[in-house]
């Protein structure tokens, strides 16, 4: 019998791959199946970008770059950071990856060690335990209450600190929560960590861009006693819509800590494709108002989301503040029926509503919120008007 490593058995499939196979499958027999679903910006990659390959390909930029990514990229990055978030890095703090996700993997294999404990916020996005485990360390998971905002508590965290604690995984604004934190949150979270200075956070902030009504981003790094010890991950996919080019990095504290990751990629993947690294300097380097209109496009699509989901009885949405995914409490449904099938879970549910009236949620449970679904609104307004008509039809059936 052959063998096969414990860390690759350790990981689970994502849950959502038998929905997108089904969905693919029905959507193959012609029918229209409406997907929230969906974790990308609907939106083409802006054409100055696009420009912006073509001329990497015109000059033959196709050779490899250095490992940790391009200088000129990753001046334009720190520049960014400065710019934007306040913060101060050389280019040689700034690792650029193949996405957001590689940056993740890279700052946790420097950080966490077998046995070390990593503290997860509850909900959270689904990649994290799994990236926690195949790095050997073990998931302390806090959990955030929807009559929070989903905003981690300071005394939750406190309570959830031992001394195997390594790292905390902060993601602001959240995927699937849409949680935001703001300045006031943050500080209260500095504060307990400014008494455990060998606590590591990686704050993950893809979503920064995506933030709507007032709020606004701040990054934790920027708080007192943080910076030293926060490595700061974002990139290029949810911002610029550029999902498929691959373009992710990380902000450490020293270039020591950069190197450490640089030193691990270098054997791993070598650099991100220099092509879309080339791209990305196009867009950091160029003012547009591409952000600007799809942050506003978004928050038309969540607004009118939100007006249909509240008048649905039975089900309670959550006031997202940033991303574009809307949290659905449904445990009210829970061992009800529909037309004689138990509701017995979350993940029913959404096989149900896939096979009933072609709408793709997501079931929460791979996200620590089993009382819940995700709805993505990166999808047009006609969509989601015809597709929470549809949840609604279906709801007024269960009983
Ligand atoms: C919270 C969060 N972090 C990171 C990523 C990964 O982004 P990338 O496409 O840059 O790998 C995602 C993608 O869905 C995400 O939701």
Redesign the pocket.
């Known amino acids: 019998m052959f063998k096969f490593s414990r860390r690759s058995l350790s990981v689970s499939p994502s849950l959502t791959l038998s929905l997108t196979a089904k969905a693919n499958e029905l959507k193959a027999q012609g029918v229209p199946v409406i997907s929230f679903g969906v974790?990308e910006p609907d939106f083409n990659t802006p054409d100055y970008i696009v420009a912006g390959a073509k001329t990497a390909l015109d000059k033959g930029m196709t050779k490899y770059t250095a490992s940790a990514g391009m200088p000129t990229l990753r001046q334009a990055i720190a520049d960014k950071l400065r710019k934007d978030n306040g913060l101060t890095y050389t280019y040689d703090q700034i690792v650029v990856s193949s996405?957001?996700?590689q940056s993740?993997f890279n700052a946790m294999q420097i950080l966490v060690d077998e046995g070390d404990e990593v503290i997860i916020p509850s909900p959270y996005?689904l990649t994290y335990p799994q990236l926690v485990t195949i790095c050997g360390g073990k998931c302390v998971y806090v959990e955030c209450s929807s009559d929070n905002g989903f905003i981690l508590q300071p005394n939750d965290l406190e309570r959830a600190i031992t001394d195997k604690t390594k790292v905390l995984l902060l993601?602001s604004p959240n995927?699937p929560t849409g949680a935001v934190y703001n300045k006031q949150q943050l500080s209260a979270i500095a504060q307990v960590l400014a008494k455990y200075p060998d606590i590591w956070v990686i704050a993950?902030e893809?979503y920064e861009k995506l933030i709507y009504d007032d709020n606004q981003h701040y990054s934790i790094a920027t708080f007192p006693t943080m910076y030293e010890r926060t490595i700061v991950i974002n990139?290029m996919?949810k911002a610029y819509a550029m999902?498929g080019w691959r373009i992710?990095y990380c902000a450490a504290p020293t270039p020591k800590v950069a190197k450490l990751m640089d030193s691990l990629q270098s054997h791993q993947s070598s650099n991100a494709n220099s092509i879309a690294q080339y791209a990305s300097q196009v867009a950091l380097t160029t003012q547009t108002d591409f952000i600007v209109n799809m942050r506003g496009e978004f928050a038309r699509r969540r607004d009118c989301m939100l007006e249909q989901l509240v008048k649905i009885n039975g089900i309670k949405a959550i006031h997202a503040q940033g991303a574009f995914y809307i949290m659905v409490d449904v445990s009210g449904l829970f061992d009800k029926q529909y037309k004689g099938t138990v509701i017995d879970s979350a993940n029913t549910l959404a096989q149900l509503l896939i096979s009933t009236v072609n709408v793709v949620v997501i079931p929460c449970e791979g996200f620590g919120a089993s009382h819940f679904v995700r709805l993505s609104y990166a999808t047009n307004i006609d969509n989601i008007v015809v597709g929470v008509d549809r949840l609604a039809d279906f709801i007024a059936q269960v009983n």
């Open positions: 974790g996405g957001a996700k993740l996005w993601n995927n993950d893809i990139g996919s999902t992710g």
